[in-house]
């Protein structure tokens, strides 16, 4: 069972940009010591609070850290998380003297200010109409990671994986998983079908959807590829899809006629007679396999 815990980061000490892993030090409420947390994380910033859900690990080299599996993260509400917020570089065009200055003279509303009536920055010395575009634009964009964040893990999509997204869809992110969620299984590495699927179940997607029947089937072809087979033939393959996806043959069959409009699957009937087989089966590729076994 998952354990939650709420902190604030005080400093990040790694943190990979590719794929947000990342290790930073965070002060919890109750504890003397800045504890550590390892998970992964999009844009950590200092002095954003974090609720987190995960486990406690022991780490033999540095010792008791907690793994977050699920982060969401929310604006800090004292005025040295603000200020330390500010400072991190998060916002482009605000630095930590300039930080300074905005939380000295906005105190616990800094953060409403920004959000809601940004020209009010004007007023402290040395942000200019230049410098106010460019924080504009800074803060809209972290807004942007946050809504899809927010988004992606309220749906039981892992930080890692809602990282993975983001990176590959950016601010569309939210509109391509709610079109779409088989995509994932697809554009997105270490996202398979099962997990595209338990995503798109919790969107609505119903389970004779036909980009989920289709989705399933190239998972199904990609299983059977994985076990040696170069093809399969057609009505086991037939079965083994209803098994897999319960769903009737008819919604099989019109997936399957999708995809091989599409040029994702080849269907063809074996071209080679034994004395075993006379009836020229029809057998089930996927696509690339098919040139493959064409080539050679």
């Known amino acids: 069972m998952l354990t939650e815990l709420q902190g604030q980061i005080e400093r990040v000490t790694y943190t990979n940009k590719e794929n947000g892993f990342t290790i930073a030090k965070v002060r919890v409420s109750g504890q003397r010591k800045l504890i550590t947390v390892v998970g992964n994380l999009l844009s950590p910033t200092p002095g954003e609070v974090l609720d987190m859900k995960g486990e406690w690990v022991n780490h033999p080299k540095y010792g008791e850290q907690f793994r977050s599996v699920y982060s969401r993260s929310q604006a800090p509400s004292s005025i040295h998380g603000v200020r330390t917020y500010l400072g991190s570089g998060l ?50 964009e972290q807004k942007e990671i946050r809504e899809v964040m927010l988004f992606l893990q309220s749906h039981g999509i892992s930080s890692g994986y809602a ?32 997990t595209a699927d338990q995503i798109a179940e919790k969107l609505g997607f119903e389970k004779d959807s036909q980009l989920r029947v289709q989705a399933g089937i190239l998972y199904v072809l990609h299983q059977f590829s994985n076990d ?69």
């Open 228 to 296: 040696g087979h170069v093809f399969y033939p057609h009505e086991p393959f037939i079965a083994k899809c209803q098994e897999v996806l319960q769903v009737k043959t008819q919604g099989i069959l019109q997936a399957l006629g999708a995809l091989h409009s599409d040029k994702l699957i080849v269907t063809e009937e074996l071209s080679i007679e034994t004395a075993a087989v006379r009836n020229r089966p029809t057998v089930v590729y996927l696509s690339n396999l098919h040139l493959c076994e064409v080539g050679i």
């Open 91 to 140: 916002i482009k065009g605000i630095g930590p003297v300039l930080a300074e200055r905005v939380v000295e003279a906005f105190g616990q509303e800094t953060l409403s200010v920004i959000e809601n009536q940004l020209e009010r920055l004007g007023e402290v010395e040395g942000i200019g109409k230049k410098r106010l575009v460019m924080i504009k634009k800074a803060w809209e």
């Open 163 to 194: 990282t993975k997204i983001f990176k590959q869809y950016g601010d569309r992110s939210i509109e391509m998983v709610q079109n779409n969620p088989y995509r994932l299984a697809s554009e997105i590495v270490g996202i398979g079908f099962l």
